[in-house]
C-alpha cells in the first residue's frame, strides 16, 4: 500500500465526529473533511450524542464545536439523500410524525452549557443552522456563511426560520434566506451573525480562549444565565424577572457562590468547582 493509499484508509476509518475534554472544556469536532464536512446520517447520531455527553457531564463547563479541513459544515449530505450511495438522511415514507428531540440543533438549542462555535470555514444549509443554534460564533475571514436552501428547493429545515430573524431582523432575515444569500465574514460581522472574525489559522485558538474565560467563571451560574435568556426569548418581563429571582436564590446557596463571595472580599481569583 502506498503512503497516499494509506492515509486515506486511515481517513476512512476516523471516527465522523471526534470528542475529547480538557480543562474543563469538551472540544466536538466534525470530521469529514474529504465530504466538506457534510452530514451523514451516523455522524447525526454521533454529533447529538456528543452534545448530550457534554451538557451532562459535570466536568464540562463549556462545549466548542468546530470542523476538520476547509469547511465548517457544507450541510447535509444531498449524495445519500438522492440515492447516490450512503445512508438517506430522509425516509420515503410519509410520517405523520416528526421526533427532532435529538436532533443536533434541538439538542443544542436546549442545552445548558455554553457552545461556542468555531467556523474554521464556510457553513451551508444544515451546517449554517447548527452554527445559528451556538450561543457564540468566531469566524474564520475566508469562511463565508451560505442560507442556500431555496436554491436547491427546500428551507431551512433546522432552525434558521427560527435564529435568523431573531438575531438580524425579519426583513434582513427574510432578504437573506428568500434569495438564498451567501454572505461573507466582513458580512456576518456587520449583521452579528458572529461575534469575531480571525484569521483561519486563529479560529480554534480564538474560540478556545474564550472557552477557557467563560469557564473560569462560576458554571452553575453561568448555566443559568443560559436558561433564564433562553426563556426570556418568549417570556412577558414581569413573569421572567419573577423567574430569575427563583433562579437566584439556590444559587446563592451554592459553594461556588460562597467562594464568589469569598473571592472578591479577599481580592483574588475564584476557584469554582460547579458545587
Known sequence: MTQSAAAKTATEQAPEVLYQVQD?????TLNRPERMNTISGPMLMLLSNFLLKANEDPDVYVAVLTGTGRAFCAGLDLRAQTGRGGQAL???????????????????????????????GSAA???????????????????KLAAAFTKVGIVPESGG??????????????????????????QSLALGLVSKIVAADQVLAEAMALAKEIAESAPLAVQAAKRMMRMGLSEPFAEHVHHVYLQLRPLMQTEDSKEGMMAFMEKRKPVFKGR
Open 24 to 28: 474543563h472544556i469538551a472540544l466536538i
Open 90 to 120: 430522509i425516509s420515503d415514507r410519509v410520517a405523520t410524525t416528526i421526533d427532532l428531540r435529538n436532533a443536533p440543533p434541538t439538542v443544542i438549542q436546549s442545552m445548558d452549557k455554553p457552545v461556542i462555535c468555531a467556523l474554521n
Open 161 to 186: 426560520t427560527w435564529f435568523l430573524p431573531r438575531l438580524v431582523g425579519w426583513s434582513k432575515a427574510a432578504e437573506i434566506i428568500f434569495t438564498g444569500r451567501t454572505l461573507s465574514a466582513e
Open 125 to 143: 444549509g444544515y451546517g449554517l443552522d447548527t452554527a445559528l443554534g451556538c450561543d457564540i460564533r468566531i469566524m474564520s475571514d475566508t469562511a
